[in-house]
């Protein structure tokens, strides 16, 4: 039976009481791992229902832990690097993997180039899952490897999705760095690219990250929320012409829909609806 995805998972203190300490702090994790800003003890109290001494020890103890971190003026939060790295990990060795593996591999095998499955992670993109070429000329980037996100075609493209307040807030610890003569390297001039993707709905990187090297991306459709995967297809510039990228982009999209039902099919009812 295909599981429901919740729109946003709550806590009341009636259900929380008859949990374990460990499922208690579990679906306060997934209450927080839905935030996209910095949150504060009174903002998870007014959402969560819980008493204020009983959630400020709980985030006590994922700090302690690394799970979370105080940012700022000490009095807000946000994920600590020990749970990015786990939802890193889980992305690149999720049980669905065998699955995505498959759509790249026939994606790649109707366009012919290398294809891609991204995710952001931080100030970056990650590699989740690749498929190479067989052509002799290729650009060769591993599974786990990072890349920036304001000169990669589905960097860009998790930017353009953002609201600018949230846009504002990871680029301005992220250093727009200049790799080649066509990276967007300007404020101004990145926030208008990233309009021009939002409205088209893909990206590309021409040059921008390596010369010589171009992708086009979309993003893979969300069930709940904003998406966080990207599907690419990856070639030097020899091979694949900007124009010629287009033709790329209904093959993109059956491989972002055919994605999106799998992560559809595999995502858990929350831990807070269980039995």
Same mark, same amino acid.
């Given at each position: 039976?295909?599981?429901?995805? $919740?729109? $946003?998972p709550? !806590?009341?203190p009636?259900? /929380? &009481?008859?949990d374990?300490?460990?499922?208690? *702090?579990?679906?306060?994790?997934e209450v927080i791992?839905?935030?996209? +800003?910095? %949150?504060?003890?009174? $903002?998870?109290? &007014?959402?969560?229902? @819980?008493p204020?001494?009983?959630l400020?020890?709980m985030?006590?103890?994922?700090e302690?832990?690394?799970?979370i971190?105080r940012?700022?003026?000490e009095?807000?939060?946000?994920?600590?690097v020990? @749970?990015r790295r786990?939802? +890193?990990?889980?992305?690149?060795?999720?049980t669905?993997?065998?699955?995505r593996h498959? =759509?790249?591999?026939k994606?790649k095998e &109707?366009v012919g180039?290398s294809?891609?499955?991204?995710?952001?992670?931080g100030?970056? =993109?990650?590699? =989740?899952?690749?498929?190479?070429?067989?052509?002799?000329l290729? %650009?060769y980037?591993h599974?786990?490897?990072r890349?920036?996100?304001?000169?990669?075609a589905?960097g860009?493209?998790?930017l353009?999705n953002?609201t600018?307040?949230q846009?504002?807030r990871?680029?301005?610890?992220? +250093?727009?760095?200049?790799?080649?003569?066509?990276?967007?390297s300007d %404020?101004?001039a *990145?926030?208008?690219? !990233?309009?021009?993707?939002?409205r088209?709905?893909f990206a590309?990187?021409?040059?921008? %990250? !390596?010369?010589?090297?171009f992708? /086009?991306?979309?993003?893979v459709p969300?069930?709940?929320?904003?998406?966080n995967?990207g599907?690419?297809?990856?070639?030097?510039i020899?091979r694949? $012409?900007?124009?010629?990228?287009l033709n790329?982009?209904?093959? !993109?999209?059956?491989a972002a829909?055919a994605?999106?039902k799998?992560?559809?099919?595999s995502?858990?009812?929350?831990i807070l609806?269980?039995?």
């Amino acid at each position: 039976m295909t599981s429901t995805v $919740k729109d $946003k998972p709550t !806590l009341t203190p009636a259900r /929380v &009481e008859g949990d374990t300490p460990t499922l208690r *702090l579990f679906s306060l994790l997934e209450v927080i791992a839905e935030k996209d +800003e910095f %949150f504060s003890l009174q $903002k998870l109290v &007014e959402e969560t229902g @819980l008493p204020k001494p009983t959630l400020h020890r709980m985030l006590q103890q994922l700090e302690n832990a690394g799970i979370i971190q105080r940012d700022g003026d000490e009095r807000h939060y946000s994920s600590g690097v020990r @749970l990015r790295r786990l939802a +890193e990990r889980l992305l690149l060795n999720s049980t669905t993997h065998s699955a995505r593996h498959a =759509v790249l591999r026939k994606l790649k095998e &109707e366009v012919g180039e290398s294809c891609n499955l991204t995710a952001l992670s931080g100030g970056e =993109v990650i590699y =989740v899952d690749r498929v190479e070429t067989e052509a002799p000329l290729r %650009f060769y980037l591993h599974p786990g490897s990072r890349v920036p996100v304001h000169c990669s075609a589905t960097g860009k493209l998790f930017l353009a999705n953002m609201t600018p307040s949230q846009r504002r807030r990871l680029l301005k610890n992220v +250093e727009l760095t200049q790799y080649t003569e066509k990276t967007i390297s300007d %404020f101004d001039a *990145l926030e208008t690219e !990233l309009e021009h993707i939002k409205r088209n709905g893909f990206a590309t990187d021409n040059e921008e %990250f !390596l010369p010589g090297l171009f992708c /086009v991306a979309v993003l893979v459709p969300a069930t709940s929320g904003r998406s966080n995967l990207g599907i690419a297809i990856q070639a030097p510039i020899m091979r694949l $012409k900007p124009d010629q990228a287009l033709n790329f982009l209904p093959a !993109l999209q059956r491989a972002a829909d055919a994605l999106a039902k799998i992560e559809a099919e595999s995502w858990p009812d929350s831990i807070l609806d269980s039995d």
